[in-house]
């Protein structure tokens, strides 16, 4: 290839890695009226997206801090489970939708604020500075 087309190229390849990233709702210390089964369904669906902790209260009067990781939805409430970790256990729980009667986005949004294309403007900064060896690295989550 010619010095040409490779830079073409690379051009081209540059123009495509700032793709539009994901857009998220901000989340952090909502409270979801939970008055029906799809309310409860839609907010536990955004509470499995959230990149942060939330607090469930049960209808037993239980409350549980937790990082919603999974979740398998049924066709009820009762069929419909998620499964979390807590800070204080290290092992996976389970819980029914059913059991749910109050939902809080408690934790910190770890990703909220940061987007792919701070990201790469960053790296083009300290590339356009003659910078090598740079690459991008996650921000500490504490």
Request: aromatic content about 10%.
């Amino acid at each position: 290839m010619t010095a040409e087309v490779l830079k073409y190229s690379m051009e081209q390849v540059e123009a495509l890695e700032l793709a539009p990233g994901t857009q998220h709702e901000q989340l952090e210390g909502w409270i979801p009226e939970l008055a029906s089964d799809e309310d409860i369904r839609k907010a536990l669906e955004k509470a499995f997206e959230y990149r942060g902790d939330v607090t469930l209260t049960l209808k037993s009067g239980e409350r549980i801090q937790a990082y919603i990781f999974n979740r398998q939805i049924g066709a009820s409430l009762a069929d419909s489970f998620l499964q979390y970790f807590t800070p204080s256990a290290s092992d996976k729980r389970k819980l029914s939708f059913a059991e749910i009667a109050r939902l809080e986005f408690t934790g910190k949004d770890r990703a909220a604020g940061k987007h792919w294309e701070d990201w790469v403007k960053a790296y083009n900064e300290k590339k356009s500075a003659g910078e090598t060896n740079i690459a991008l690295h996650p921000d500490s989550l504490e």
